[in-house]
Protein backbone atom coordinates (compact mmCIF):
# COMPACT_ATOMS: atom_id res chain seq x y z
CA UNK A 1 0.00 0.00 0.00
CA UNK A 2 3.11 2.21 0.61
CA UNK A 3 4.80 1.60 -2.28
CA UNK A 4 1.28 2.40 -4.11
CA UNK A 5 0.77 6.11 -2.69
CA UNK A 6 4.43 6.72 -2.52
CA UNK A 7 5.13 5.06 -6.47
CA UNK A 8 1.70 5.28 -8.44
CA UNK A 9 3.60 4.26 -11.76
CA UNK A 10 3.01 0.47 -9.79
CA UNK A 11 -0.62 1.12 -10.62
CA UNK A 12 0.13 1.42 -14.64
CA UNK A 13 3.78 -0.72 -14.30
CA UNK A 14 3.98 -5.02 -15.09
CA UNK A 15 7.14 -5.67 -14.85
CA UNK A 16 8.42 -9.50 -16.65
CA UNK A 17 11.25 -11.15 -15.62
CA UNK A 18 14.00 -9.57 -14.06
CA UNK A 19 13.58 -6.07 -13.52
CA UNK A 20 15.03 -3.63 -10.62
CA UNK A 21 12.41 -3.07 -7.71
CA UNK A 22 12.80 0.51 -8.46
CA UNK A 23 12.46 0.45 -11.62
CA UNK A 24 8.32 1.95 -13.62
CA UNK A 25 7.23 3.21 -16.17
CA UNK A 26 7.60 7.00 -14.80
CA UNK A 27 6.79 8.48 -17.99
CA UNK A 28 3.33 8.06 -18.76
CA UNK A 29 0.67 9.19 -20.98
CA UNK A 30 1.04 12.59 -20.28
CA UNK A 31 4.49 12.61 -21.18
CA UNK A 32 3.57 11.27 -24.86
CA UNK A 33 0.75 14.04 -25.36
CA UNK A 34 3.35 16.79 -24.40
CA UNK A 35 5.56 16.39 -27.60
CA UNK A 36 2.60 15.49 -29.53
CA UNK A 37 1.30 18.73 -28.14
CA UNK A 38 4.21 20.65 -29.17
CA UNK A 39 4.74 18.93 -32.12
CA UNK A 40 1.41 20.23 -33.27
CA UNK A 41 2.25 23.47 -32.37
CA UNK A 42 5.00 23.84 -34.96
CA UNK A 43 3.52 21.86 -37.35
CA UNK A 44 0.76 24.49 -37.45
CA UNK A 45 3.20 27.43 -37.26
CA UNK A 46 4.76 26.25 -40.13
CA UNK A 47 2.08 25.76 -42.43
CA UNK A 48 0.72 29.34 -41.65
CA UNK A 49 4.79 30.09 -42.22
CA UNK A 50 4.59 28.58 -46.15
CA UNK A 51 2.47 31.45 -46.90
CA UNK A 52 3.26 34.01 -45.57
CA UNK A 53 7.22 33.93 -45.88
CA UNK A 54 7.29 32.05 -49.20
CA UNK A 55 4.54 33.07 -50.76
CA UNK A 56 2.15 30.16 -51.38
CA UNK A 57 -1.29 31.87 -52.73
CA UNK A 58 -2.54 28.26 -52.73
CA UNK A 59 -2.40 28.23 -49.04
CA UNK A 60 -3.80 31.49 -48.10
CA UNK A 61 -6.84 30.60 -46.48
CA UNK A 62 -5.16 28.07 -44.82
CA UNK A 63 -2.39 29.87 -43.48
CA UNK A 64 -4.32 32.39 -41.98
CA UNK A 65 -6.75 29.48 -40.03
CA UNK A 66 -3.57 27.77 -39.13
CA UNK A 67 -1.69 30.24 -37.23
CA UNK A 68 -4.70 31.40 -34.98
CA UNK A 69 -4.96 27.18 -34.42
CA UNK A 70 -1.44 27.37 -33.29
CA UNK A 71 -2.39 30.11 -30.76
CA UNK A 72 -4.93 27.87 -29.51
CA UNK A 73 -2.51 24.60 -29.30
CA UNK A 74 0.30 26.99 -27.69
CA UNK A 75 -2.38 27.47 -24.85
CA UNK A 76 -2.41 23.73 -24.44
CA UNK A 77 0.97 22.49 -25.01
CA UNK A 78 2.16 22.53 -21.36
CA UNK A 79 -0.52 21.49 -19.96
CA UNK A 80 0.43 17.45 -20.09
CA UNK A 81 3.45 18.56 -18.13
CA UNK A 82 1.14 20.60 -15.17
CA UNK A 83 -0.74 17.01 -15.04
CA UNK A 84 1.95 14.93 -14.75
CA UNK A 85 3.88 16.84 -11.74
CA UNK A 86 2.99 15.89 -8.66
CA UNK A 87 3.48 19.35 -7.44
CA UNK A 88 2.00 21.29 -10.90
CA UNK A 89 2.32 24.88 -9.52
CA UNK A 90 6.41 24.09 -9.55
CA UNK A 91 6.37 23.73 -13.26
CA UNK A 92 5.80 28.04 -12.53
CA UNK A 93 9.57 27.85 -11.29
CA UNK A 94 10.93 27.20 -15.16
CA UNK A 95 9.69 30.32 -16.24
CA UNK A 96 10.59 32.58 -13.41
CA UNK A 97 14.43 31.48 -13.10
CA UNK A 98 15.38 30.76 -17.10
CA UNK A 99 18.91 29.44 -18.28
CA UNK A 100 20.25 27.15 -20.79
CA UNK A 101 22.20 24.84 -19.16
CA UNK A 102 18.92 23.04 -18.69
CA UNK A 103 16.79 21.79 -21.84
CA UNK A 104 13.51 22.06 -19.77
CA UNK A 105 14.63 25.43 -18.29
CA UNK A 106 15.51 26.64 -21.82
CA UNK A 107 11.88 25.72 -22.40
CA UNK A 108 10.48 28.80 -20.59
CA UNK A 109 12.64 30.96 -22.66
CA UNK A 110 11.70 29.54 -25.96
CA UNK A 111 7.95 29.01 -25.16
CA UNK A 112 7.73 32.93 -23.89
CA UNK A 113 9.43 33.64 -27.07
CA UNK A 114 7.23 32.06 -29.59
CA UNK A 115 4.46 33.15 -27.70
CA UNK A 116 5.10 36.55 -28.06
CA UNK A 117 6.03 35.88 -31.49
CA UNK A 118 2.77 34.45 -32.54
CA UNK A 119 0.67 36.93 -30.95
CA UNK A 120 2.41 39.69 -32.85
CA UNK A 121 1.66 38.12 -36.14
CA UNK A 122 -1.73 37.22 -35.29
CA UNK A 123 -2.69 41.18 -34.31
CA UNK A 124 -0.85 42.58 -37.85
CA UNK A 125 -2.67 39.53 -39.74
CA UNK A 126 -5.98 40.95 -38.13
CA UNK A 127 -5.36 44.41 -37.46
CA UNK A 128 -7.54 45.80 -39.87
CA UNK A 129 -10.83 43.66 -38.78
CA UNK A 130 -10.06 44.64 -35.35
CA UNK A 131 -10.07 48.54 -36.49
CA UNK A 132 -12.98 48.09 -38.79
CA UNK A 133 -15.30 46.06 -36.07
CA UNK A 134 -14.04 49.28 -33.52
CA UNK A 135 -15.49 51.72 -35.81
CA UNK A 136 -18.56 49.53 -37.24
CA UNK A 137 -19.72 48.67 -33.22
CA UNK A 138 -19.34 52.33 -31.90
CA UNK A 139 -22.63 53.41 -30.93
CA UNK A 140 -24.44 50.53 -31.10
CA UNK A 141 -26.78 49.84 -28.73
CA UNK A 142 -26.80 46.88 -25.90
CA UNK A 143 -24.36 45.74 -23.43
CA UNK A 144 -23.00 42.99 -25.84
CA UNK A 145 -22.42 45.43 -28.83
CA UNK A 146 -20.80 47.78 -26.09
CA UNK A 147 -18.47 45.16 -24.36
CA UNK A 148 -17.29 44.05 -28.08
CA UNK A 149 -16.92 47.61 -29.27
CA UNK A 150 -14.15 47.68 -25.94
CA UNK A 151 -12.09 44.65 -26.67
CA UNK A 152 -11.74 45.62 -30.47
CA UNK A 153 -10.92 48.86 -29.21
CA UNK A 154 -7.75 47.38 -27.10
CA UNK A 155 -6.90 45.23 -29.38
CA UNK A 156 -6.29 47.71 -32.18
CA UNK A 157 -3.76 49.15 -29.20
CA UNK A 158 -4.76 52.39 -30.86
CA UNK A 159 -3.71 51.88 -34.36
CA UNK A 160 -6.17 52.79 -36.31
CA UNK A 161 -4.38 53.82 -39.71
CA UNK A 162 -5.45 50.62 -42.23
CA UNK A 163 -4.38 52.79 -45.35
CA UNK A 164 -2.34 51.07 -48.04
CA UNK A 165 0.86 52.70 -46.60
CA UNK A 166 0.28 51.02 -43.50
CA UNK A 167 -1.15 47.99 -44.32
CA UNK A 168 1.98 47.18 -46.41
CA UNK A 169 4.05 47.49 -43.37
CA UNK A 170 1.77 44.73 -41.34
CA UNK A 171 2.50 42.58 -44.41
CA UNK A 172 6.43 43.63 -44.19
CA UNK A 173 6.26 42.79 -40.42
CA UNK A 174 4.10 39.54 -40.58
CA UNK A 175 6.93 38.14 -42.92
CA UNK A 176 9.52 39.26 -40.67
CA UNK A 177 7.68 37.68 -37.65
CA UNK A 178 6.95 34.53 -39.74
CA UNK A 179 10.06 34.16 -41.04
CA UNK A 180 11.44 34.40 -37.43
CA UNK A 181 9.11 32.13 -36.14
CA UNK A 182 9.87 29.22 -38.13
CA UNK A 183 13.13 28.24 -36.47
CA UNK A 184 11.78 29.48 -32.92
CA UNK A 185 9.02 27.06 -33.31
CA UNK A 186 11.27 23.92 -34.92
CA UNK A 187 13.52 24.48 -31.60
CA UNK A 188 10.52 24.82 -29.55
CA UNK A 189 9.54 21.18 -30.46
CA UNK A 190 13.10 20.00 -31.28
CA UNK A 191 13.99 20.65 -27.40
CA UNK A 192 11.61 17.55 -26.68
CA UNK A 193 13.87 15.45 -29.35
CA UNK A 194 16.90 16.57 -27.58
CA UNK A 195 15.85 16.09 -24.09
CA UNK A 196 15.07 12.46 -25.44
CA UNK A 197 18.10 11.91 -27.54
CA UNK A 198 20.63 13.20 -24.71
CA UNK A 199 19.41 10.41 -22.46
CA UNK A 200 22.74 8.46 -22.26
CA UNK A 201 21.05 5.77 -19.88
CA UNK A 202 18.81 4.69 -22.44
CA UNK A 203 19.74 3.14 -25.47
CA UNK A 204 16.10 3.64 -27.72
CA UNK A 205 16.62 6.96 -27.25
CA UNK A 206 20.06 8.24 -27.31
CA UNK A 207 20.70 9.35 -30.98
CA UNK A 208 21.27 12.46 -32.68
CA UNK A 209 18.67 12.27 -35.02
CA UNK A 210 16.22 12.06 -32.17
CA UNK A 211 15.70 15.92 -32.48
CA UNK A 212 15.33 15.79 -36.26
CA UNK A 213 13.03 13.30 -36.52
CA UNK A 214 10.78 15.11 -33.53
CA UNK A 215 10.76 18.50 -35.74
CA UNK A 216 9.84 16.45 -39.11
CA UNK A 217 6.99 14.36 -37.76
CA UNK A 218 5.81 17.52 -36.05
CA UNK A 219 4.87 19.36 -39.06
CA UNK A 220 3.32 15.92 -40.64
CA UNK A 221 0.96 16.27 -37.47
CA UNK A 222 0.58 19.87 -37.51
CA UNK A 223 -0.62 19.95 -41.18
CA UNK A 224 -2.86 16.97 -41.00
CA UNK A 225 -4.74 18.15 -37.75
CA UNK A 226 -5.40 21.59 -39.98
CA UNK A 227 -6.39 20.04 -42.55
CA UNK A 228 -9.11 17.75 -40.75
CA UNK A 229 -10.13 20.73 -38.62
CA UNK A 230 -10.89 22.87 -41.27
CA UNK A 231 -12.38 19.92 -43.50
CA UNK A 232 -14.23 19.09 -40.31
CA UNK A 233 -15.48 23.09 -39.65
CA UNK A 234 -16.53 23.98 -43.04
CA UNK A 235 -18.28 20.84 -43.85
CA UNK A 236 -20.39 21.08 -40.49
CA UNK A 237 -21.29 25.16 -41.60
CA UNK A 238 -22.82 23.46 -44.99
CA UNK A 239 -24.67 20.86 -43.53
CA UNK A 240 -26.27 23.33 -40.23
CA UNK A 241 -26.75 25.84 -43.39
CA UNK A 242 -29.06 22.87 -45.46
CA UNK A 243 -30.50 21.42 -42.24
CA UNK A 244 -31.37 24.12 -40.27
CA UNK A 245 -34.96 25.98 -40.56
CA UNK A 246 -34.14 29.51 -39.70
CA UNK A 247 -32.69 31.91 -42.37
CA UNK A 248 -28.88 32.23 -42.99
CA UNK A 249 -26.83 35.24 -44.44
CA UNK A 250 -25.72 33.20 -47.22
CA UNK A 251 -26.43 29.83 -48.55
CA UNK A 252 -24.78 26.34 -48.16
CA UNK A 253 -23.69 27.03 -51.98
CA UNK A 254 -22.37 30.33 -50.69
CA UNK A 255 -20.18 28.15 -48.08
CA UNK A 256 -19.11 25.62 -50.62
CA UNK A 257 -17.36 23.26 -47.56
CA UNK A 258 -14.07 22.51 -47.74
CA UNK A 259 -12.37 23.75 -50.90
CA UNK A 260 -10.85 20.21 -52.82
CA UNK A 261 -8.82 22.44 -54.61
CA UNK A 262 -6.97 23.92 -51.66
CA UNK A 263 -7.44 20.73 -49.33
CA UNK A 264 -5.26 19.21 -52.59
CA UNK A 265 -2.59 21.78 -52.98
CA UNK A 266 -1.75 21.32 -49.08
CA UNK A 267 -2.05 17.59 -48.46
CA UNK A 268 0.88 17.99 -51.94
CA UNK A 269 3.14 19.89 -48.85
CA UNK A 270 1.69 17.11 -46.41
CA UNK A 271 3.28 14.11 -48.36
CA UNK A 272 6.57 15.87 -48.90
CA UNK A 273 7.05 16.34 -44.82
CA UNK A 274 5.86 12.49 -44.37
CA UNK A 275 8.52 11.48 -47.16
CA UNK A 276 11.25 13.01 -45.20
CA UNK A 277 9.89 11.72 -41.32
CA UNK A 278 10.00 8.32 -42.54
CA UNK A 279 12.97 8.39 -44.11
CA UNK A 280 14.62 9.56 -40.97
CA UNK A 281 13.01 6.95 -38.75
CA UNK A 282 13.73 4.11 -41.22
CA UNK A 283 17.54 5.28 -41.30
CA UNK A 284 17.38 5.39 -37.40
CA UNK A 285 16.22 2.04 -37.73
CA UNK A 286 18.54 1.19 -39.77
CA UNK A 287 21.69 2.58 -38.56
CA UNK A 288 21.09 1.15 -34.96
CA UNK A 289 21.28 -2.47 -36.58
CA UNK A 290 24.05 -1.44 -38.67
CA UNK A 291 26.21 -0.16 -35.37
CA UNK A 292 24.76 -3.44 -33.14
CA UNK A 293 25.64 -1.55 -30.22
CA UNK A 294 26.50 -3.47 -26.97
CA UNK A 295 22.74 -2.83 -25.94
CA UNK A 296 21.23 -3.61 -29.51
CA UNK A 297 19.93 -6.84 -28.44
CA UNK A 298 17.42 -5.69 -26.00
CA UNK A 299 16.39 -2.81 -28.61
CA UNK A 300 16.01 -5.84 -31.25
CA UNK A 301 13.70 -7.62 -28.79
CA UNK A 302 11.48 -4.87 -27.88
CA UNK A 303 11.34 -3.38 -31.40
CA UNK A 304 10.91 -6.73 -33.74
CA UNK A 305 9.52 -8.48 -30.39
CA UNK A 306 7.74 -6.73 -27.59
CA UNK A 307 6.56 -4.03 -29.93
CA UNK A 308 6.48 -5.28 -32.87
CA UNK A 309 2.77 -4.52 -33.77
CA UNK A 310 2.95 -0.87 -32.37
CA UNK A 311 6.00 -0.02 -34.08
CA UNK A 312 5.73 -1.84 -37.81
CA UNK A 313 1.66 -2.38 -37.90
CA UNK A 314 0.38 0.81 -35.69
CA UNK A 315 3.02 3.23 -36.65
CA UNK A 316 4.45 2.31 -40.13
CA UNK A 317 1.12 0.42 -41.56
CA UNK A 318 -1.70 2.14 -40.46
CA UNK A 319 -0.50 5.43 -39.47
CA UNK A 320 2.28 6.05 -42.07
CA UNK A 321 2.43 3.81 -45.46
CA UNK A 322 -1.55 3.24 -45.78
CA UNK A 323 -2.04 7.21 -45.44
CA UNK A 324 0.78 8.06 -47.74
CA UNK A 325 -1.29 5.84 -50.40
CA UNK A 326 -4.18 7.21 -50.23
CA UNK A 327 -2.86 11.01 -50.54
CA UNK A 328 -0.70 10.23 -53.54
CA UNK A 329 -3.31 7.91 -55.51
CA UNK A 330 -5.70 10.00 -58.16
CA UNK A 331 -8.66 11.56 -57.50
CA UNK A 332 -8.65 12.73 -53.91
CA UNK A 333 -11.74 13.69 -52.53
CA UNK A 334 -12.35 14.87 -49.38
CA UNK A 335 -14.14 11.86 -47.37
CA UNK A 336 -10.72 9.68 -48.83
CA UNK A 337 -8.92 12.73 -47.68
CA UNK A 338 -10.23 12.93 -44.10
CA UNK A 339 -9.67 9.48 -42.89
CA UNK A 340 -5.66 9.67 -44.57
CA UNK A 341 -5.44 12.66 -42.19
CA UNK A 342 -6.95 10.44 -39.22
CA UNK A 343 -4.76 8.01 -39.91
CA UNK A 344 -1.72 10.25 -40.28
CA UNK A 345 -2.57 11.78 -36.82
CA UNK A 346 -2.54 7.99 -35.34
CA UNK A 347 0.77 7.16 -36.59
CA UNK A 348 2.43 10.46 -35.26
CA UNK A 349 0.59 9.77 -31.54
CA UNK A 350 2.10 6.03 -32.03
CA UNK A 351 5.55 7.55 -32.84
CA UNK A 352 5.40 9.42 -29.60
CA UNK A 353 4.45 6.34 -27.96
CA UNK A 354 7.00 4.00 -29.12
CA UNK A 355 9.38 6.55 -28.07
CA UNK A 356 8.13 7.14 -24.86
CA UNK A 357 6.81 4.21 -24.12
CA UNK A 358 9.05 1.85 -25.89
CA UNK A 359 11.89 3.29 -24.45
CA UNK A 360 10.92 2.51 -21.02
CA UNK A 361 9.99 -1.27 -22.19
CA UNK A 362 12.95 -2.94 -21.19
CA UNK A 363 14.91 -2.77 -18.02
CA UNK A 364 18.59 -1.26 -17.47
CA UNK A 365 19.92 -5.13 -16.51
CA UNK A 366 19.11 -6.13 -19.97
CA UNK A 367 17.20 -8.66 -18.72
CA UNK A 368 14.22 -7.79 -18.14
CA UNK A 369 10.80 -6.35 -19.93
CA UNK A 370 7.99 -3.95 -18.12
CA UNK A 371 4.40 -2.88 -19.74
CA UNK A 372 2.41 -0.06 -19.72
CA UNK A 373 -1.31 -0.35 -18.87
CA UNK A 374 -2.69 2.98 -19.30
CA UNK A 375 -5.70 3.80 -16.16
CA UNK A 376 -9.00 4.28 -17.78
CA UNK A 377 -11.02 4.01 -15.09
CA UNK A 378 -10.59 7.43 -13.16
CA UNK A 379 -10.98 5.79 -10.05
CA UNK A 380 -7.97 8.36 -8.00
CA UNK A 381 -6.49 11.56 -9.32
CA UNK A 382 -3.60 10.10 -10.71
CA UNK A 383 -5.70 7.65 -12.34
CA UNK A 384 -7.35 10.45 -14.02
CA UNK A 385 -4.26 12.45 -14.64
CA UNK A 386 -2.23 9.98 -15.83
CA UNK A 387 -5.13 7.78 -17.76
CA UNK A 388 -7.01 7.93 -21.14
CA UNK A 389 -9.22 10.69 -19.66
CA UNK A 390 -6.49 12.97 -18.58
CA UNK A 391 -5.26 12.32 -22.28
CA UNK A 392 -8.68 13.26 -23.72
CA UNK A 393 -8.87 16.22 -21.63
CA UNK A 394 -5.47 17.85 -23.23
CA UNK A 395 -6.93 16.60 -26.46
CA UNK A 396 -10.00 18.60 -26.50
CA UNK A 397 -8.82 21.68 -25.04
CA UNK A 398 -7.13 23.01 -27.64
CA UNK A 399 -10.13 23.06 -29.92
CA UNK A 400 -12.22 24.81 -26.97
CA UNK A 401 -10.12 27.18 -27.15
CA UNK A 402 -10.07 27.80 -30.90
CA UNK A 403 -13.55 27.92 -30.55
CA UNK A 404 -13.68 31.21 -28.65
CA UNK A 405 -10.78 32.79 -30.16
CA UNK A 406 -12.63 32.27 -33.30
CA UNK A 407 -15.54 34.20 -31.93
CA UNK A 408 -13.37 37.26 -32.00
CA UNK A 409 -10.90 36.47 -34.78
CA UNK A 410 -12.64 34.70 -37.63
CA UNK A 411 -9.74 32.79 -39.08
CA UNK A 412 -12.04 31.26 -41.47
CA UNK A 413 -14.41 33.17 -43.51
CA UNK A 414 -17.14 32.39 -45.74
CA UNK A 415 -16.37 31.31 -49.77
CA UNK A 416 -18.47 33.08 -52.50
Not at 67 to 91: D, E, K, N, T
Not at 209 to 226: Q, R
Not at 305 to 329: A, E, R, S, T
Not at 372 to 400: C, Q
Amino acid sequence: MTEAWTYPEALWTVKDLFVYPNEYIYWSIQIVMYPLMTGLVAGAFVLSSLYHVFGLEDLKDMAKFSLVFSFALLIVAPMPLMFHLQQPLRGMEVFFTPHFTSAISAFGIVFFSYSIIVATEIWFVYRKFFVEQSIALKGKEGIGNSLKQLLYSVLTLGAYDIGEKAMHKDEKAIKILAGIGIPVACFLHGYAGFIFGSVKANALWMTPLMPVIFIMSAIVSGIALCMFTYIVIMEWKKFRIKTSRKSWEVTAADVGGAEINLIKNTSKYLVGFMIAAITLEILDLVFRGYTAVKSWEILRSVIYGKDFVDIFILQYGFGNLLPFLMLVIPGLTIRRTTIALILVIFGVFMMRWNVVIGGQAFSLSFAGYMHYNIPFIPDSIDAYKEGFFGALTIGVMPFALFWVINKFIPSLKYHK
